[in-house]
């Protein structure tokens, strides 16, 4: 493909830190929101959760975009395999810290890349361990204060300042935590022949 051949590049988004990942591989794209009920299904493995909300969200972009590519992602946050969602509110977040902090949770960031020409989607679950430091209850207080990460899943923003509750990392991609794995995706490009460093 060339420059005037490449199918567009939609990421159906409105999170500001999956588009600002995004921008790194410096690539034209353009951001769209998806409409979709992010509920969980009753008795959904959390993986599952991801993965078909990821892909809900690419399909419902590719229904207004034909001919582009799109790409969907979601994230679940587990501990001892129960969904921790978007807390929404002080309270609920404080709650969230409370149970996790000292313990090991992990986020499931799900990512589809559909090609609306063929109706071709790659689909894959990067799963990041993520351990959290044994804080007290006023330091916890203070960072929600100080951050507000209330649209967050598991009510940390490890972009930002929520780094700090953490005291360990793992993953095979440095990207997923913060919600866009960037080594998936552009293996997942390269398999739908999108080029890179112009060539």
């Known amino acids: 493909m060339t420059p005037d051949t490449l199918p567009p590049l939609i ?11 995004l921008a790194r591989l410096r690539i034209p794209f353009q951001t769209a929101t998806p409409d979709i009920d992010e509920t969980p299904m ?3 493995a959390p993986e599952a ?9 690419a399909e419902a ?37 409370r149970l996790m902090r000292g313990r090991s949770v992990t986020f499931h960031s799900a990512l589809c890349l559909l090609d609306s020409r063929t109706g071709v989607a790659q689909l894959a679950d990067v799963q990041t361990h ?3 430091r044994d804080l007290s209850d006023a330091e916890l207080d203070a960072y ?29 991609d ?17 398999q739908a022949r999108y080029p890179f460093f112009g060539v």
């Open 11 to 21: 990421l159906g988004s409105s999170s500001p830190y999956r588009r600002e990942l």
């Open 42 to 44: 009753p008795g959904e």
């Open 49 to 57: 959760t991801a993965l078909r909300l990821s892909r809900l969200k």
């Open 61 to 97: 972009i590719a229904a207004r975009h034909p001919g582009a590519l799109v790409i969907g992602s979601d994230q679940v946050c587990t501990l001892d395999g129960q969904q921790i969602g978007k807390p929404g509110s002080h309270d609920k977040a404080l709650a969230q810290l």
């Open 130 to 132: 993520a351990t959290f």
């Open 144 to 172: 929600l204060r100080i951050e507000t990460p209330y649209d967050c899943a598991g009510s940390a923003k490890a972009e930002g300042l929520g780094i700090a509750l953490l005291s360990r990392v793992e993953s095979d």
């Open 174 to 190: 440095p990207t997923a935590l913060i919600g866009l794995p960037l080594i998936a995706l552009t293996g997942m490009l390269r």
